[in-house]
């Protein structure tokens, strides 16, 4: 199914052990990123995992991140990790450990040549900051094709900027709005 037809009704609930315990659809070909994250880390309750463009093409020049705007400031510094070792989509528990291993305690990752993983401590941190990772992609990436120098925040001030404009509260409200952009389900 696509992200757009997704509804409560066509969740599955799952153990880590790929069984479906609840639902009807078959599962996701990829279920062993989400397994593999909430196994190695029990903080985490939400994996976000997606194909989106700009992250995609930004990912695959090799450039460092920055934080040109508010967004990247959510992710860097440092780097955001990157997983390389395949393009192709992780169906194996050794794979989803690895992309366990290599998200670390960061809040997301990098496949190169494929997409992002975003683990989250709530649905909502895990769904905004996905979006941010694909805004601070895609404007790098623009900042990039300028072919002119471009700027970015330094570090030192990225700490006070990432608390006001990523806490918790601040979070809640963008979901909240994208919630109201949908409408009811
Ligand atoms: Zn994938």
């Not at 479906?20 to 279920?31: A, D, N, S, T």
């Not at 192709?88 to 960061?106: K, N, P, V």
Request: hydrophobic share 40%; with cysteine.
């Amino acid at each position: 199914m696509g992200l757009d037809e997704i509804t409560p009704e066509t969740l599955l609930r799952m153990d880590l052990e790929e069984n479906v315990v609840e639902g009807e659809l078959p599962r996701h070909i990829e279920f062993p990123i989400h397994a593999e994250i909430f196994r190695a880390r029990p903080d985490i309750t939400c994996v976000v995992h997606t194909h989106p463009i700009y992250s995609i093409a930004f990912a695959a020049t090799g450039q460092p991140l920055h934080a040109i705007s508010h967004e990247g400031a959510q992710f860097t510094p440092s780097d955001i990790p990157r997983f390389t070792r395949t393009s192709d989509l992780i169906t194996t528990r050794e794979l989803g450990e690895e992309i366990a291993s290599t998200i670390g305690e960061s809040l997301a990752c990098y496949l190169v040549n494929h997409g992002i993983v975003v683990a989250g401590n709530t649905i909502d941190k895990a769904i905004v900051s996905a979006i941010n990772l694909e805004r601070a992609s895609h404007i790098q990436l623009l900042a990039s094709a300028s072919g002119q120098f471009f700027s970015w925040t330094l570090d030192e001030e990225i700490m006070g900027k990432r608390e006001k404009i990523f806490g918790e509260g601040m979070i809640r409200n963008v979901w909240t709005y994208y919630c109201r952009r949908i409408g009811p389900l």
